[in-house]
């Protein structure tokens, strides 16, 4: 795949970046290295290459998912101007 320079504008038009004339040759041989290497890459055989989350082997932490209240139900409310059994109380609004 090749770039041309319509293209370079169109993606600079598209990305809202404001490309000079005299940078379009210069934008246009460098999307096609990074083409170039992108279709290099395709060329790699990764059959049986089990998907990775990190590039080093890890297990993901994780924690039991438990429903509390947070513990902190004091803290929550402590700068409301209004409540009571540690919930907010606001005024009634009905029209």
């Known amino acids: 795949m090749s770039v041309d320079a319509a293209t370079v504008r169109r993606i600079a038009r598209l990305a809202r970046i404001a490309?000079?004339?005299?940078?379009?040759?210069?934008?246009?041989?460098?999307l096609n290295a990074i083409l170039a290497f992108v279709e290099q890459?395709?060329?790699?055989?990764?059959?049986?290459?089990?998907?990775?989350?990190?590039?080093t082997p890890m297990v993901m932490k994780k924690r039991e998912d438990v429903v509390t209240d947070g513990e902190i139900a004091e803290l929550v409310v402590k700068?409301?101007?209004?409540?009571?059994?540690?919930?907010?109380?606001?005024?009634?609004?009905?029209?």
């Open 19 to 30: 490309v000079e004339d005299d940078e379009v040759e210069h934008l246009q041989g460098e």
């Open 41 to 55: 890459l395709s060329e790699v055989d990764v059959t049986g290459v089990e998907p990775m989350t990190s590039v």
């Open 79 to 95: 700068n409301a101007p209004a409540t009571e059994d540690n919930f907010f109380l606001v005024p009634k609004v009905v029209e």
